[in-house]
């Protein structure tokens, strides 16, 4: 099974901050990664699919990228609805694993 | 409106069963694999299991093979999780998700219900 990590587990940030989380896989993906924010209480939102590419409606602050098996969500500038757990997700084999996700909060 | 609707969430004894369903709209149903994911509570996401449109692939995590069964009926726009020897551990809300590519399964969610909750507890 693939395993997927992120780093950070939690970071603290203000409104205006440029973020980023890393998300690294156990074996190659290519660019079968998937990024979604979840706030409390609520289902998750797919921001990001096949690495890079922002989903329909996602505000253009977010961006994913990729070098090899390491992945990248950056959002340029934090806003005050930012404030979630974002998850990483690969989808080239099943199981379809999650990362353990990065809580964002306010500084 | 593209729509996901989850229910049959209860409480349940260990050893038991249920099942949960995920009725679909908005969309045409046909054509994309539909998922469950779960999170027990103050927990992270878990993937569940996985069936494509044609029910031709289906897929479990290592941790429900055996004991949970997807289906769907395409006819009814529904998608069904039988949960049998439920466990303590398997107490979590659960999420169904819609692929966001026709056709495939290896692909990311983008539309998910709002969640049914089940608890295993004697």
């Known amino acids: 099974d693939i395993q997927m990590t992120q780093s950070p587990s939690s970071l603290s940030a203000s409104v205006g901050d440029r973020v980023t989380i890393t998300c690294r896989a156990s074996?190659?993906?290519?660019?079968?990664l998937n990024w979604y924010q979840q706030k409390p209480g609520k289902a998750p939102k797919l921001l990001i699919y096949g690495a890079s590419n922002l989903h329909s409606g996602v505000p253009s602050r977010f961006s994913g990228s990729r070098f090899g098996t390491n992945f990248t969500l950056a959002i340029s500038s934090l806003q005050p609805e930012d404030f979630a757990t974002y998850y990483c997700q690969q989808s080239t084999s099943s199981p379809f694993t999650f990362g353990p996700g990065t809580k964002v909060d306010i500084k | 409106e593209v729509q996901l609707l989850e229910s049959g969430g209860d409480l349940v004894q260990p050893g038991g069963s249920l099942r949960l369903s995920c009725a679909a709209s908005?969309?045409?149903?046909?054509?994309?694999?539909i998922n469950w994911v779960r999170q027990a509570p103050g927990k992270g996401l878990e993937w569940v299991s996985s069936i494509s449109s044609n029910m031709i692939s289906i897929n479990y995590a290592d941790s429900v093979k055996g004991r949970f069964t997807i289906s769907r009926d395409n006819s009814k726009n529904t998608v069904y999780l039988q949960m049998n020897s439920l466990r303590a551990e398997d107490t979590a809300v659960y999420y169904c998700?819609?692929?966001?590519?026709?056709?495939?399964?290896?692909?990311?969610?983008?539309?998910w219900g709002q969640g049914t909750t089940v608890t295993v507890s004697s």
């Open positions: 998700a819609k692929a966001s590519e026709h056709l495939t399964i290896f692909t990311g969610m983008d539309v």
């Open positions: 074996q190659s993906i290519t660019t079968y």
């Open positions: 908005g969309f045409n149903f046909n054509i994309y694999a």
